[in-house]
């Protein structure tokens, strides 16, 4: 079975600094690899997916990921961040197997200081 | 074009009462997808459904169950509720089965009293 460990609860970064969440994968074969983002009280908005090829991908506002196989991690980055981005992000694993269902980390809560 | 759509928005229940949740899909989407949200356990996935079939399920009790019409609107349905269902109720939608790729509502926010 899959699963995903986000090992920050919160980060605190200030407006226009770069941004860097972690996220680890545990899975046996080719992962399908998914951020998204939540604001408060909303569902989740996809940032970027992973499926295969070019291990750097890129994603809407300015976000970007590196699949990194050998650590088994697909961090998320952003150079400068904006105050709109403070929201709780989770990273999410997917196996072709399991249909559509999503198993997900616990989530990293960004707060950005002006 | 619409997005995913859930009613109602927000719903408090009393203990031991049952709830029915509704999630019209995007348009042309035929998947439906059902996650819980809590501050404890994080998103767990509930059910899946394609075809007016139930694909895939999740870790959840008997009294959490769901169903797809053909017009791929989908409700899910928690009988006897406890003071732990309170939760953020997500669906989501997707063309096909298998993609994975899935564009979520905004919720229902069931709060159990």
């Known amino acids: 079975a899959q699963s995903v460990t986000q090992p920050d609860i919160h980060i605190t970064v200030s407006e226009g600094a770069s941004l860097e969440l972690r996220c680890n994968y545990s899975?046996?074969?080719?992962?399908?690899l998914f951020w998204y983002v939540q604001s408060p009280g909303q569902g989740l908005q996809l940032l970027l997916k992973?499926?295969?090829?070019?291990?750097l991908v890129q994603g809407i506002k300015g976000f970007e990921a590196e699949f990194k196989r050998s650590q088994s991690s697909f961090n998320l980055r952003k150079p400068s961040v904006h105050w709109s981005d403070a929201a709780e992000y989770f990273c999410?694993?997917?196996?072709?197997?399991?249909?559509?269902?999503?198993?997900f980390g616990g989530g990293t809560r960004v707060l950005v200081k002006p | 074009k619409a997005g995913v759509t859930q009613t109602p928005r927000y719903l408090i229940k009393t203990r031991g009462q049952q709830v029915t949740l509704s999630c019209s899909p995007i348009?042309?989407?035929?998947?439906v997808s059902w996650y819980q949200q809590t501050p404890g356990q994080g998103l767990q996935f509930l059910f899946e459904?394609?075809?007016?079939?139930?694909?895939n399920k999740g870790n959840f009790p008997g009294r959490f169950s769901g169903r797809q019409f053909s017009n791929s609107r989908s409700e899910m349905n928690v009988s006897t509720l406890e003071l732990g269902d309170s939760a953020l109720y997500l669906c989501?939608?997707?063309?096909?089965?298998?993609?994975?790729?899935?564009?979520f509502g905004s919720g229902t926010r069931l709060t159990v009293v």
């Open positions: 989501a939608s997707s063309p096909t089965a298998g993609t994975m790729e899935v564009t």
């Open positions: 899975y046996g074969a080719t992962p399908y």
């Open positions: 992973y499926f295969s090829g070019d291990t």
């Open positions: 999410a694993v997917g196996a072709k197997a399991a249909g559509n269902k999503l198993t």
């Open positions: 348009s042309g989407h035929r998947s």
């Open positions: 459904y394609f075809s007016e079939t139930q694909r």
